[in-house]
């Protein structure tokens, strides 16, 4: 178990509307990960961070801010949300730089 | 954009089979992740290679890294219906991870 929670775990919104996903850690690792996961693309990078206040785009950046201000927050915004962006979210952790990510349980985001 | 392709997408067999999954890059990797991904849960880590022409081996499943580090192959002796689920190959460079879109294997009791 690496400590990851994600919240919500699933959400309904109406497109134009903003929305925020949360992904909490227990235990101070300094990179984390958002990727979504569709049918047929596996899993894309959105955003990372590898640190307080450091975060750097991904694959599938647009459309999608983060913010990270404390080391165990990493949060996802869509400014206002699309029917593309349906979708189940991932966040991930690294362990100290290490070759491997760890991932919560994702959260399934539908735009109406 | 770095390129990771499994194939095959979809197998299904029955349980006593063996089988292979592949995954091919253009790119060299720093280290290549396999993970087994369940429904409505996200992707475990099975296994990483670090070292061209390394193999590992976990119960009935054996790990390959190819000699260049631009390819990989999981292949699993007498499947059984737990290993049912989608295989993910991953390619780390930098404390970035790259996936390939996955292999859904099916095994029938």
């Known amino acids: 178990d690496a400590g990851i929670t994600q919240s919500p775990r699933h959400k309904v919104t109406e497109t134009g509307t903003p929305v925020t996903l949360r992904c909490h850690q227990t235990?101070?690792?300094?990179?984390m990960y958002w990727y979504r996961q569709d049918p047929g693309h596996g899993l894309r990078l959105i955003h990372y961070?590898?640190?307080?206040?450091?975060?750097d785009k991904g694959e599938v950046s647009d459309g999608y801010s983060v913010s990270r201000s404390k080391t165990e927050d990493f949060l996802l915004t869509l400014e206002s949300a699309t029917s593309s962006q349906t979708s189940v979210y991932f966040c991930?952790?690294?362990?100290?730089?290490?070759?491997?990510?760890?991932f919560g349980q994702g959260t399934r985001l539908t735009v109406v | 954009t770095q390129l990771l392709e499994q194939s095959p997408q979809f197998l299904s067999i029955q349980e006593g089979e063996n089988l292979t999954v592949y995954c091919n890059s253009s790119?060299?990797?720093?280290?290549l992740q396999w993970y087994r991904q369940e429904p409505g849960e996200g992707p475990v880590l099975l296994v990483t290679?670090?070292?061209?022409?390394e193999v590992k081996k976990l119960k009935r499943l054996t790990f390959q890294f190819g000699d260049a580090r631009k390819d990989s192959s999981l292949h699993i002796t007498a499947a059984q219906p737990g290993d049912t689920g989608l295989y993910l190959c991953?390619?780390?460079?930098?404390?970035?991870?790259?996936f390939g879109s996955g292999t859904k294997l099916n095994v029938k009791p």
């Open positions: 790119s060299v990797f720093s280290s």
């Open positions: 961070s590898y640190g307080v206040k450091d975060t």
């Open positions: 991953a390619g780390e460079d930098f404390n970035k991870f790259y």
């Open positions: 991930a952790i690294n362990k100290d730089g290490g070759p491997e990510a760890f």
């Open positions: 290679v670090v070292t061209g022409g």
């Open positions: 235990e101070n690792h300094r990179y």
